[in-house]
């Protein structure tokens, strides 16, 4: 059964970058059949989908979020990253890694089924 594990900082500062890691275990990031994807909740905003990256090295952001994020995978480590510029207060939020199947919609691929879910990380924005 795989198992997903976020780390990083609870605590950034604004204007400067959130950094990331969702650790993979019990199953291959390198393959075909997932999206490796983030999402964050907050009480103020909801659950939100951040975006998802592929061992291929495609991607797929938020339209809202996507002059700001990068998200990588590094299948050395069985592991994928986010990183969010210019972060401000609203973007204080416990964020999930999460497996989602991929889905065809007859003209493109996107993530669906989030069936697998790290337990989140509190992030906090504040100086």
């Known amino acids: 059964q795989v198992q997903l594990q976020e780390s990083g900082p609870g605590l950034v500062k604004p204007s400067q970058t959130l950094s990331l890691t969702c650790t993979v275990s019990?199953?291959?990031?390198?393959?075909?059949?997932?999206?490796w994807s983030w999402i964050r909740h907050s009480p103020g905003k909801g659950l939100e989908w951040i975006g998802y990256g592929a061992s291929s090295g495609s991607t797929g952001y938020s339209p809202s979020l996507k002059s700001r994020i990068n998200i990588s995978t590094d299948t050395s480590k069985n592991q994928f990253a986010l990183q969010l510029r210019s972060v401000t207060p609203e973007d204080t939020a416990v964020y999930y890694c999460a497996r989602a199947r991929r889905g065809w919609s007859g003209t493109y691929y996107y993530p669906i089924d989030f069936g697998s879910w790290g337990q989140g990380i509190q992030v906090t924005v504040s100086s």
């Open positions: 019990g199953g291959s990031i390198t393959t075909d059949l997932f999206y």
